[in-house]
């Protein structure tokens, strides 16, 4: 088994604040994601990665930038932290098939 | 509209007793996953099922492709059974997986 991890898992930020979350995975999974949720509500696309240096945008995109520096990592910023962006941001990975989860990042905008 | 819609959005059991979870597609959907998020927030893999049926413990899920629907079952609620339950259907790709989610169903299972 592999797991997914995601730093850090608490984010205070300020609004207008550029922020960055880090996911890491050691399934050897070629794609990877980042999913936003909102309180209450199902998860939404923000950025996915089907190889190393790719990136594509999901449906949730404009305000974030991401990086996929390598096969193993995979990093989400927000580019103006806004305080309608508190929510659990959360990292996955799949080799085409079962998609696994990362235990989330939870942004505060103060 | 909602291209995944879970019914019902919210649910009480007694322990014990059994009851059932939906999702409806409206979109194409080539495999399903279910979820169990706890309340800490971390997301469990439950199932990953093409068309048919697959079992596991007290849990059994159908995804039924021509009606374009899923169903988790659970048997014998338990305690630890509490929290929200999220289905996913997988668009087709031929290069990855990329899922659609519904709402979730809030369970809460009580003594």
């Known amino acids: 088994g592999g797991i997914i991890t995601q730093t850090p898992k608490f984010l205070i930020g300020q609004e207008g604040q550029k922020l960055t979350l880090k996911c890491q995975q050691n399934f050897n999974h070629d794609t990877m994601y980042w999913y936003r949720q909102d309180s209450g509500k199902g998860l939404r696309l923000i950025y996915y990665?089907?190889?190393?240096?790719?990136?594509q945008k999901g449906d949730l995109s404009e305000g974030y930038d991401a990086s996929r520096e390598k096969k193993s990592s995979f990093s989400l910023t927000v580019t103006s932290a806004q305080k309608n962006e508190m929510a659990v941001f959360l990292c996955a990975s799949s080799s085409n098939t079962e998609v696994f989860f990362g235990k989330g990042t939870r942004l505060t905008v103060v | 509209g909602d291209q995944v819609k879970q019914s019902p959005s919210a649910l009480s059991l007694q322990e014990g007793t059994n009851s059932a979870l939906r999702c409806n597609f409206s979109?194409?959907?080539?495999?399903v996953q279910w979820f169990l998020q706890n309340p800490r927030g971390s997301l469990m893999n439950l199932f990953y099922?093409?068309?048919g049926t697959k079992e596991n413990g007290r849990l059994k899920s159908t995804f039924n492709s021509k009606e374009s629907y899923s169903t988790l079952h659970i048997r014998d609620a338990q305690l630890e059974d509490s929290g929200t339950y999220f289905c996913?259907?997988?668009?087709?790709?031929?290069?990855?997986?990329?899922?659609?989610f519904g709402q979730g169903t809030s369970l809460s299972v009580v003594p």
């Open positions: 990665s089907i190889t190393e240096n790719d990136l």
């Open positions: 979109i194409a959907t080539t495999t």
């Open positions: 099922l093409v068309p």
């Open positions: 996913a259907a997988e668009r087709p790709s031929s290069s990855f997986s990329k899922l659609v």
